[in-house]
């Protein structure tokens, strides 16, 4: 999780609610991402950004945006959470570096009642 | 959609080797192999990669059979920390392309 940061830890919204995961870097690598991880089951890409100003849409997108106007920094935002949304959520940054592997965040668990 | 495909559950004991396998039938030539764990919800973790050749680093061994079809990840002397889940991921490297997790394997390692 070098280098990788994601605020809050943990988070309860009722429906409705609106919030931002923030997601930092201090690896100055281009590529970010956010995941979401439903119980028992493995992660799914929400969206992704190769660069500052650049996203685009991963495998479950809706009901969240994105954008990117700093390499460092990569918000979330759940414009109207719904239970649906429960789920821990992380942030990877990708390194095209020789190994071109992600390095992940530690999570955000958010409860949607 | 994941390409890979991997047993739910393994028990390992303690100090003994892991092999852990994962099948990749329809993998293309351009597509390496890429190994993750996942230690009680934490972020997941980085192993090792490899295209056709063997790989080995301070973590673990991945052998990837002469068809590419599928590989073992192999951790040489288990130990109780290395109790997580493991997912097996196929992807085409230098592209951006997102990495597919599926459920992967649940590892135990008994003491």
């Known amino acids: 999780n070098a280098g990788v940061t994601q605020t809050p830890k943990f988070q309860v919204l009722k429906t409705g609610q609106s919030m931002t995961l923030q997601c930092a870097q201090d690896?100055?690598?281009?590529?970010m991402s956010w995941y979401r991880q439903d119980p028992g089951m493995g992660l799914r890409l929400i969206h992704y950004?190769?660069?500052?100003?650049?996203?685009d849409q991963g495998e479950v997108p809706n009901g969240y945006n994105v954008s990117r106007s700093t390499t460092e920094d990569f918000p979330l935002r759940l414009l109207s959470a719904a239970p649906s949304q429960t789920s821990v959520y992380f942030c990877a940054v990708q390194s095209f570096d020789t190994t071109d592997t992600q390095y992940f965040g530690p999570g955000t668990r958010l409860t949607v009642l | 959609d994941a390409k890979t495909t991997q047993p739910t559950s393994m028990d390992c004991a303690e100090g003994r080797a892991a092999n852990l396998p994962c099948n990749h039938s329809t993998i293309s030539g351009n597509e390496y192999v890429y190994w993750y764990r996942q230690i009680h919800s934490q972020g997941p973790q980085y192993i090792i990669h490899g295209l056709k050749n063997n790989e080995t680093n301070e973590m673990a061994s991945l052998i990837i059979t002469e068809d590419r079809k599928s590989s073992t990840l192999i951790l040489p002397h288990a130990t109780l920390r290395d109790t997580a889940v493991y997912y097996c991921?196929?992807?085409?490297?230098?592209?951006?392309?997102?990495?597919?997790f599926g459920t992967g394997t649940s590892l135990t390692v008994i003491p």
């Open positions: 991921i196929v992807r085409v490297v230098w592209t951006g392309n997102q990495f597919y």
């Open positions: 950004s190769v660069g500052a100003g650049i996203t």
């Open positions: 690896m100055n690598h281009e590529y």
